[in-house]
């Protein structure tokens, strides 16, 4: 081997195959998922949710990586009419904020409390999409063979739409979520939006 060779065969095994950004907030360490069980979760600032809208599964995440996973509904995979719009009613795949809490009317489409968080796209545009709970909540989650059922939104079960408001307030009314179809690597995947998220709060 000579000695050209022999230092481009070290430098190429000297860069990492799959580079991940570290964590500001943790220097050089990484985060690495780990599931926990909700009995041990505690709400911690910077929290952040990931939702994958092929699964129909959330993620609830710390910035060391600890997560709780949890069901959800999300949006149908056709094109429906509904409140005086005719639109594609799967859910976005986006980075949003959830920024506000508001109780609507209507017990069926937003369950018993009628609490709806509001996701804001880029954390700045108004949508009509959110978190909510739903009216008869296991009929939509295990009714039928999917739970594309929504008209867009996200429906979570009661005691995790509990959760996400807590979080949501003891993070000052500021929840970073990201929905995304089809997650490999959740880690990257936590990893991924924990840059996009500093990236934009440095513009």
């Known amino acids: ?3 050209l060779t022999s230092t481009l065969l070290g430098l190429i095994m000297a860069v990492p195959t799959a580079p991940l950004t570290l964590l500001p907030s943790t220097g ?3 985060p ?7 009995e041990d979760w505690e709400i911690e600032k910077r929290d952040k949710i990931v939702v994958d809208t092929e699964s129909n599964t959330g993620y609830i995440f710390h910035e060391d990586g600890q997560y ?20 594609n009613a799967a ?10 809490l508001h109780i609507k009317g209507d017990r069926l489409t937003f369950g018993p409390s009628g609490r709806f968080l509001r996701l804001y796209k880029d954390g700045e545009e108004h ?4 978190f909510h709970e739903y ?4 009929e939509i989650f295990t009714g039928m063979d999917t739970r594309f059922r929504s008209m867009g939104c996200i429906i979570v079960r009661v005691p995790m739409m509990d959760l996400i408001v807590n979080t949501w307030e ?17 880690t990257e995947e936590m990893v991924a939006f924990e840059h996009t998220e500093e990236v934009e709060q440095n513009l």
């Open 91 to 100: 859910t976005p795949n986006w980075n949003w904020v959830i920024k506000s």
């Open 28 to 30: 050089d360490v990484l």
């Open 127 to 130: 949508t009509a999409y959110g």
């Open 32 to 38: 690495v998922a780990h599931e926990i069980r909700i």
């Open 170 to 186: 003891q993070n000052d009314g500021y929840l970073p979520v990201n929905t995304v179809y089809g997650i490999v690597d959740l």
């Open 1 to 3: 081997m000579t000695s």
């Open 68 to 87: 709780l996973s949890f069901e959800v509904v999300t949006g149908q995979k056709r094109f429906v009419s509904y409140i005086g719009r005719y639109y």
């Open 135 to 138: 009216g008869q909540e296991e």
